[in-house]
């Protein structure tokens, strides 16, 4: 080797290795060994992978978190019209055709519940309340322990029930201790939206919250997902600020505001994350 701007020689070097054949196939075959060595396909291949593992590791705290859905001109005009808040129609939206075979507890249902007409189910319902009125299968405060054995279900049902639990840590992980593993767990809570007593209303967590609940209670973040219920910024101010005459004129309004600011490319879902009205959280045990 030499150092820069050596030029004569460099080329007394090349006239050398010109004549030289040895020295020639010797240069080469070094050259082809340092070439196998720099890039041996399964050095390679080590290094890309752990390109990969250390941008998963960036990436964990969000890894479960789901963007919310666009807004689309049928969205708008079906959510829009809908008897429900915003929220619960979001909500329904989410639920509309899950698959439930097997056993399956809904925690804070009741005899019936006209969710059911969304669901698709294939086996057995059972509800736990503590308001025998709803005439649940079980009776019992989710406050405490449930007299239920470990793995007994296939699916666990909460929807719009653990704001009201005070306890709403315990009613989790005695929801997961009566799945089966490989069940199949959907919860539906309320975030940015207003305190509804059933008697009482008591938390509302965010998704960062929710995703360290789920994986202290052993959920796995790949089988996870916490979705933001959300349509858009103007909507979700909109659930503080109802007016009971003009309700439904002022709904359609500010969807119809978030989504034209979506059309246009103000602004986009991953925007909204933080202005959910509520969570979808489902996942596997």
């Known amino acids: 080797m030499h150092e820069w701007g050596e ?11 010109l004549k030289d054949r040895q020295l020639r196939e010797t240069m080469g075959e070094k050259g082809c060994a ?26 964990k705290a969000s890894l479960c978190i789901a963007p919310p859905k666009a807004p689309t001109i049928d ?8 008897a429900f808040s915003l929220l619960r129609a979001l909500q329904y939206e989410q639920i509309k055709g899950i698959k439930l075979s097997g056993k399956t507890l809904d925690v804070g ?17 059972e509800s736990v309340n503590i308001d025998e009125k709803y005439k649940p299968t079980i009776i019992a405060d989710l406050n405490n322990p449930l007299s239920v054995s470990s793995e007994t ?10 704001e009201h639990i005070y306890k709403d840590s315990l009613a989790v992980k005695e929801m997961l201790r009566i ?20 008697p009482h209303d008591y938390h509302r967590h965010t998704h960062s919250w929710w995703q360290a609940l789920m994986t202290d209670c052993g959920i796995k973040e790949y089988n996870l997902v916490i979705k ?9 101010a909109y659930s503080f600020t109802r ?12 969807m119809l505001i978030d989504w034209m600011l979506y059309k246009c490319g103000i602004a986009k879902p991953s925007d909204y994350m933080n202005n959910a009205l509520g969570y979808f959280i489902y996942g596997t045990k």
């Open 7 to 17: 030029i004569d020689r460099m080329a007394a070097s090349i006239v050398a290795l």
């Open 34 to 59: 340092s070439v196998r060595e720099r890039f041996d396909p399964t050095n390679l291949t080590r290094q890309f992978m752990s390109l990969l593992l250390d941008a998963a590791k960036k990436r």
């Open 75 to 82: 969205r708008l005009m079906h959510l829009s019209s809908s």
């Open 109 to 125: 249902g009741g005899q019936y519940n006209t969710y059911y007409d969304l669901l698709n189910i294939d086996g057995d319902i």
């Open 153 to 162: 279900y296939d699916n666990v049902l909460c929807f719009n029930t653990l």
């Open 179 to 198: 799945l089966k593993s490989g069940g199949t767990f959907y919860i539906t809570v309320p975030f940015l939206f207003k305190i509804h007593g059933s």
């Open 228 to 236: 933001p219920l959300v349509w858009g910024t103007c909507s979700s």
């Open 243 to 254: 007016f009971p005459r003009l309700q439904s004129i002022q709904k359609k309004c500010v």
